[in-house]
């Protein structure tokens, strides 16, 4: 039997790092008490400039 090859495509553990699901409670609290902000401001921001995690971190300022 031949061995199947591994994807080589971008999926996984980097990837779900670079997205805030705003929608998921632990997500949004993980977050917020990361930057110091409120929940609520968290999702605010990820509504404001999308899930990315980067831009969201930006918003709120950090």
């Known amino acids: ?3 199947a090859k591994k ?3 971008a999926r996984g553990r ?3 790092r670079a997205r ?3 929608g998921q409670d632990y997500e949004v609290r993980y977050e ?4 110091g902000k409120s929940a609520p ?4 921001a990820v509504k404001k400039v999308g899930n990315a995690r980067k831009r969201v ?3 709120l300022g950090r």
């Open 14 to 16: 980097k990837q779900d």
């Open 57 to 59: 971190e930006k918003r």
């Open 41 to 44: 401001a968290v999702k605010k």
């Open 32 to 35: 917020a008490k990361k930057t």
């Open 7 to 9: 994807s080589k495509a």
């Open 20 to 22: 805030v699901a705003g």
């Open 1 to 3: 039997m031949a061995v």
